[in-house]
């Protein structure tokens, strides 16, 4: 015999979650691209813009925690976890411009595996960062940037990343290399 209340209660957690995550995928996408476009707006010089955009995807990232609670599931949504991720990577990118240090976001509640996945993906901004003060001959900031990196990668390596994060990691390894061999390159030009 087939217990009726109990498929019902089946189907009202489905359709709660089903309904709920496509709204979360909508709303992941806007908050993804809002996100680059903070990044691409601290390139330009544009931090006041930045920060803006920023407290906009905060404000948003806030307004989900309440469907969170009611199912924890939909927190793993893959298209919610890479816009926390590109969030993280926008607002740890504005702190090192802003703040000139690496600190936890108290705006958002932020899983270890976006802070490490943005983290390995803000060196690469800051490997553009570089490029842009190279251009503009101010070699004493691309110095210091490669620094910045490089210590941020001595706490990387702490970690036995794996799977997804190891992939970062690597491409965060790539980008201390380069910011490496344009110092060298600075260098042997003057």
Request: proline share 1%.
């Amino acid at each position: 015999m087939v217990n009726k209340k109990f498929f019902l209660d089946l189907k009202k957690d489905y359709t709660f979650f089903n309904r709920n995550r496509r709204e979360i995928i909508g709303w992941s996408s806007d908050a993804l691209h809002k996100s680059k476009i903070a990044i691409f707006s601290i390139h330009r010089g544009q931090v006041e813009e930045a920060a803006r955009i920023l407290e906009e995807v905060e404000k948003n990232f806030i307004k989900l925690e309440p469907v969170f609670k009611k199912s924890a599931a939909l927190r793993s949504e893959g298209s919610y976890k890479a816009a926390l991720e590109e969030y993280v990577e926008a607002k740890m990118l504005y702190k090192l411009v802003v703040d000139k240090k690496i600190s936890p976001i108290k705006e958002v509640k932020v899983d270890f595996d976006s802070y490490l996945g943005g983290l390995c993906d803000t060196t690469g901004e800051l490997v553009r960062l570089a490029i842009r003060e190279a251009t503009d001959g101010r070699v004493k900031e691309v110095e210091k940037i490669r620094d910045l990196i490089t210590e941020i990668m001595g706490e990387l390596i702490e970690f036995n990343l794996t799977s997804y994060l190891r992939t970062k990691y690597d491409q965060a390894k790539t980008n201390l290399k380069k910011i490496e061999q344009m110092v060298y390159e600075i260098k042997l030009r003057r």
